[in-house]
């Protein structure tokens, strides 16, 4: 019996989850994006949300270690964020996440199952790389 391929769906959530944990081993040592206090079990919180931005939702500049306080519960986070965002990644990488997402916004985006694959694959290798 031929196993049945996920769909696209399904492989946007296994990559979210990698690379969810990546971006947690990947600002392990920093402060929350939002509130600056260092504290247990950050979450990956986005500067454009996944839910309106979706092409954005595996972008590094557009994602960092966050506190489920600040990411889950505080409405104003993205004032602090965006600020603290801009003094990680410098203002030309800032300036094109925003040109990233206005051009979403402009002309969508739609996810190809061989993209997910291979994102999923790199972000394997990349915690796989950080947990040694």
Known sequence: MAKKKKTVAKLKQDVQKIFNEYIRLRDIDKPCISCGQFKDNMQAGHFFSVRMYDALRFDEDNCAGECSGCNCFNDSHLIPYRDNLLSRIGQQRFDELYER????????????????????EYYQKKVKELKN
């Open 101 to 120: 997402a206005a051009n979403y916004k402009k002309n969508g985006y739609k996810w190809s199952r061989s993209e997910l694959l291979e994102l999923k």
